[in-house]
């Protein structure tokens, strides 16, 4: 069966209007909960990053 225009864009409204948006509270939890994660990976990122270097330098004797 194909579904007109007019019926899509009903079709859409209905889903749009079924969406739940985060609340300005959870929108800021998740927003620090990515940032905290981010400075985690980068500090530990960073941390390996020094092993593999002195272990570099310690092989090609630098």
Do not use: C, H, N, Y
């Not at 948006?21 to 905290?36: A, D, N």
């Not at 400075?39 to 004797?61: E, K, M, Q, S, T």
């Amino acid at each position: 069966m194909k579904t007109t225009p007019a019926q899509f864009v009903r079709q859409v409204k209905q889903e749009i209007a079924k969406i739940t948006w985060p609340t300005r509270s959870e929108t800021m939890q998740g927003t620090i909960v990515v940032l905290v994660m981010s400075v985690a990976l980068a500090f530990f990122l960073f941390l390996i990053d020094l092993i593999f270097a002195a272990a570099i330098r310690f092989v090609v004797g630098g």
